[in-house]
């Protein structure tokens, strides 16, 4: 675990640039890891409820439009 600590100490030490700058990339990361997370959850039918809820509330008229 030392190995994070030196991470988290040099990340407290950059300045607000350069600390906003790693915040942006690793956000950037993260959402292209959870984009493919989800893709591949959809390709494989986990999502498959959500359509069939909508399609229910659809027939029964309480779909709310966006």
Not at 9 to 38: C, G, H, M, S, T
Request: glycine content about 4%.
């Amino acid at each position: 675990m030392l190995r994070i600590e030196e991470i988290k100490n040099a990340i407290e030490q950059l300045p607000e640039v350069e600390f906003k700058e790693l915040r942006r990339w690793f956000l950037e990361k993260d959402w292209k890891k959870w984009d493919k997370e989800i893709e591949k959850d959809s390709q494989n039918g986990k999502l498959d409820f959500l359509i069939e809820e909508a399609l229910k509330e659809k027939k029964k008229g309480t779909l709310k439009s966006l």
